[in-house]
């Protein structure tokens, strides 16, 4: 029996749309089967998305494709209850044309994106939610869907985080991920006039503002980290979690990003914006929610499936990540078309790509993070501590003036950490981050 199709791609997301695009653009016959009513409806990025990966099949990308606004600026700081300390980051780079960074909705930009792969040639199936694999040995055939098989020589596997196809099979055999391969994302999109945006966020028309905070204002031991981005007419905002710090703690997700939203900092911006979408959603956590391989008998997994999402806390990519190992999927699936052979060595090819473009090293010299990133320190004590030094230092009160290391010793001292945990955490953030 032949196969119906070249290519099987699962997941209309950034990695499977990329894909989708390559091969119908390469001329593989491909089916992109999307479990939403349309590419897009169940995505939820924070998102800034840094889309160069996408010039080399979509040259006009940031022309054509709805994005929101192009980001000029980023804010990084600490927050505790009622104290901000923030730094900003501007780069004229960002202001020129091709701009680099741009806030995304992904219900607008993963619709155009499948769309651009209709018009490539690809078979774009909206409301297939794939059951499984076709597992034949140890070979995938394709895929199931309500009972009937779809056959392929290859599958690119790219249904996103928590990726119920591989669970339990010989590519994850884990029958649910580890607290540490995942984080939750909580996001709202509020509604703000663009003027109200652009005057608040003193940004100019098409420009947008991106922050991340580091928030040590949650009850102790919640460990999250919360994100705002401007679009055009809407604000996204939320927080990253550590899942396993919200065990037994009786703390909800959505009680958190209430507080988040009505901090002082946050909220005077806010004042008036309206709530239109409300969402959570499992985050990759890179490394450690790796598969145990990349690519077998037929088959490849890509983007968050992968565990490919970077965060350090200033930045989060994997929107970058998904289109990029996307196309090294669709590169090795069009070589093993034209070789007719699909088997792992084969596709090999698809790891070695992976390490060439940089995918593979950006996680595993990374391995570590996760662990810096989550110190309970940096939430419980550090925004304390930074923001207390800045209000000593700031805050006019009579009393003698001392010198700023003086102050500085003296906060830590107040603050009960330690001056070596202070050192061994510093230097830990600056080796693995
Ligand atoms: C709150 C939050 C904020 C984020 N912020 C940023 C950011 O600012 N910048 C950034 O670069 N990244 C950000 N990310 C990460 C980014 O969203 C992901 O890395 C990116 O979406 C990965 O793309 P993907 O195509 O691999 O997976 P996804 O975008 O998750 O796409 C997977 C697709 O597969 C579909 N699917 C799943 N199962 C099936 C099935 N069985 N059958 C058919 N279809 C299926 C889904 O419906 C979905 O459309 C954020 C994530 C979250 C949750």
């Not at 391969?181 to 503002?209: S, Y």
């Not at 060439?356 to 925004?383: C, H, M, Q």
Request: with cysteine.
């Amino acid at each position: 029996m032949t196969d119906e199709f070249d290519v099987i791609v699962v997941g209309a997301g950034l990695a499977g749309c990329a894909a989708a695009i390559r091969l119908a653009k390469g001329g593989a016959n491909v089916l992109l089967a999307e479990r939403g009513s349309e590419p897009g409806a169940k995505n939820l990025s924070g998102g800034v998305f840094w889309g160069h990966d996408l010039d080399s099949i979509l040259p006009n990308w940031w022309h054509e494709m709805p994005l929101e606004r192009h980001i000029v600026r980023k804010r990084f700081g600490f927050l505790t209850a009622d104290r901000a300390l923030s730094i900003d980051f501007e780069d004229g780079d960002w202001r020129k044309e091709p701009y680099v960074g741009h806030s995304v909705l992904r219900a607008r930009t993963d619709a155009w994106l499948a769309h651009q792969a209709e018009a490539a040639g690809a078979t774009v199936v909206p409301s297939v939610p794939v059951d499984r694999l076709n597992w034949e040995g140890n070979r995938v055939h394709g895929v199931v869907q309500g009972g009937e098989t779809m056959t392929a020589p290859v599958t690119i596997i790219a249904d996103g985080a928590n990726s119920r196809l591989t669970l339990g099979t010989p590519i994850r055999p884990e029958s649910h991920l580890p607290p540490e391969a995942t984080e939750l994302g909580i996001k709202e999109v509020l509604r703000l006039d663009p003027a109200l945006i652009e005057d608040r966020f003193q940004v100019g028309p098409g420009e947008g503002h991106a922050e991340e905070w580091v928030t040590g204002m949650f009850p102790p031991g919640v460990l999250a980290g919360g994100f705002l981005y401007t679009n055009r007419d809407t604000v996204s905002l939320g927080l990253i979690v550590n899942i396993a710090s919200l065990y037994d703690r009786g703390v909800y997700s959505t009680d958190l990003v209430e507080q988040f939203k009505l901090h002082p900092t946050i909220a005077s911006r806010l004042k008036g914006a309206e709530l239109v979408e409300y969402g959570a959603k499992l985050l990759s956590t890179g490394w450690a929610s790796r598969p145990a391989a990349f690519h077998g008998d037929g088959w490849m997994i890509a983007g968050d499936a992968a565990g490919f999402v970077f965060s350090n806390g200033l930045v989060i990519q994997g929107m970058n990540y998904a289109v990029r190992s996307g196309l090294a999927a669709a590169e090795t699936a069009l070589e093993a078309k034209s070789g007719g052979n699909a088997s792992a060595a084969r596709l090999a090819a698809y790891d070695h790509r992976l390490e060439t473009s940089g995918v593979l090293g950006d996680f595993r010299d990374f391995e570590r993070l996760d662990r810096v990133k989550w110190n309970p320190r940096i939430y419980a004590e550090y925004p304390k501590l930074v923001t207390e030094l800045f209000h000593a230092m700031m805050t006019e009160t009579g009393a003698p003036k001392q010198k700023m290391w003086k102050l500085a010793m003296e906060t830590r001292k107040s603050s009960g950490v330690s001056m070596t945990r202070l050192i061994r955490d510093g230097v830990e953030v600056l080796w693995n981050a």
